[in-house]
């Protein structure tokens, strides 16, 4: 298990200045962008695909300082009712899933996209309560028509040996374990979690728990490390469905935190414990969405505290038990 980073907090710099930053703080792994929401500041996918010489360049960058890639991120809504922005989206995924083949990169990170509510809707509608009535008919029609595109993509995934990871998130389809486990079993083992505990948190879901959850169904394929932090002065008058924007931060009910500041380190080291218990032996890649601090900041507080939580070692003989 080693400490990885996300880096589009860094997109304002070369990929060479980045990684170069990077591996001088300790860390050993980056998750690179390469469309949708995270963009490709890093990683023009484009690019990189189907051309090696291009790939032979950033595989020696990679090396020169000594760093792997965990996966490549591309976080859109393949599910959108627009045609046309869903197009693009399943492009970028199934782009990434083949870039991350040639590359050796075993995970695609991505959300699950939201649907809308019917055939006829112009916009995706997270479905968050079962009644009045036409909105568990909502959820009906938006998991038939979820499994109907994950199970074709799961089976491209496959023929390309990539895992997709789909971080659980609100207003998507997807957004809490038995949603990650629900589709995992309508298609096939190649789609689970990047389990990113930041939006459990507000939830109120037991992150150990949770990750115990998936990691009995062999489902965990990659980790973002983030934190949140509820404030409960907020938070217990008007509940944690927050809409105020994320830069309001004395009004909003939950804050997502640098690693520490919302959980503290013994947390953290229950969270890399538990990992290990289930079997996960990836990267912790830290996504850096703070804004009560510059990125520079929250990425080394993280990567100080991780560093003190992962294990660098397999685990030995237990001779105490024999």
Not at 98 to 120: I, K, M, R, Y
Not at 243 to 255: A, G, H, I, K, P
Not at 265 to 270: A, I, P, R, V
Not at 297 to 314: H, I, M, N, P, S
Request: aromatic residues 8%; contains cysteine; charged residues 30%.
């Amino acid at each position: 298990m080693d400490v990885g980073v996300l880096t589009v907090p860094l997109g304002g710099q070369s990929r060479e200045d980045a990684l170069t930053y990077l591996s001088d703080i300790g860390v050993g792994a980056v998750e690179l962008g390469c469309g949708g929401y995270p963009g490709e500041d890093h990683l023009d996918r484009q690019r990189h695909l189907d051309d090696e010489d291009a790939r032979t360049e950033l595989q020696a960058t990679l090396d020169e300082h000594d760093l792997r890639v965990s996966a490549l991120a591309t976080h859109n809504n393949p599910l959108h009712p627009d045609e046309e922005t869903a197009a693009e989206a399943d492009e970028e995924l199934r782009e990434a899933i083949e870039l991350a083949a040639q590359l050796d990169v075993n995970v695609v990170t991505c959300f699950s996209g939201l649907p809308a509510g019917g055939p006829d809707d112009e916009v995706p509608n997270w479905i968050t309560a079962p009644w009045p009535t036409e909105h568990a008919d909502a959820h009906d029609y938006q998991w038939e028509v979820a499994v109907d595109y994950w199970s074709e993509l799961a089976e491209h995934a496959a023929d390309h040996g990539v895992d997709v990871a789909i971080e659980m998130h609100p207003n998507m389809l997807v957004y809490e374990p038995t949603g990650m486990a629900k589709l995992r079993e309508e298609t096939n083992e190649r789609i689970g979690a990047n389990f990113d505990p930041s939006h459990l948190y507000w939830q109120g879901i037991d992150v150990p728990k949770a990750i115990r959850y998936l990691g009995e169904r062999d489902a965990i394929h990659h980790f973002h490390a983030k934190d949140t932090k509820v404030y409960d002065a907020n938070a217990e008058v008007k509940g944690v469905l927050d809409t105020d924007d994320y830069t309001e931060e004395v009004d909003r009910s939950w804050l997502f935190r640098s690693v520490g500041y919302g959980h503290g380190e013994e947390h953290w080291k229950d969270v890399v414990s538990t990992l290990r218990m289930v079997g996960y032996d990836g990267a912790l890649s830290i996504e850096h969405e703070d804004s009560l601090t510059s990125s520079r900041e929250g990425l080394e507080k993280a990567v100080d505290v991780l560093q003190r939580a992962v294990f660098e070692t397999q685990p030995g003989d237990a001779y105490w038990a024999e």
